[in-house]
Nanobody, 116 residues
Framework: QVQLVESGGGLVQPGGSLRLACVAS????????VAWYRQAPGNARELVAGISSGGYKTYADSVKGRFTISGDNAQNTVYLQMNSLKPEDTAVYSC??????????WGQGTQVTVSS
């Protein structure tokens, strides 16, 4: 089964930027949707952004205009570019790939901390 690995998290000051990467062990186009979720302590997991195999994108209202999801099929990678970061963006960010008729595939997550 294809696996997903996230990278790019870290500590950044408010207003800064990070780019997260979700790398698949096989063709990332195997998934009809790849999505980024985040979960902060005490909070429920929430959808941040998603991209379909056809290129359709969706974003949570809280990140619209600041985050951009994109895919690079040649690199089997989906990126999440995060700009103008706020302390409330602090969370563990995970990517998931969805295959029809099968359980979703999840990465282990990468920590993003926004603090001065």
């Amino acid at each position: 089964q294809v696996q997903l690995v996230e990278s790019g998290g870290g500590l950044v000051q408010p207003g800064g930027s990070l780019r997260l990467a979700c790398v698949a062990s096989a063709r990332i186009s195997s998934f009809y949707v790849v999505a980024w979720y985040r979960q902060a302590p005490g909070n429920a997991r929430e959808l941040v952004a998603g991209i379909s195999s056809g290129g359709y994108k969706t974003y949570a209202d809280s990140v619209k205009g600041r985050f951009t999801i994109s895919g690079d099929n040649a690199q089997n990678t989906v990126y999440l570019q995060m700009n103008s970061l706020k302390p409330e963006d602090t969370a563990v960010y995970s990517c998931t790939g969805k295959i029809r008729g099968r359980n979703d595939v999840w990465g282990q997550g990468t920590q993003v901390t926004v603090s001065s």
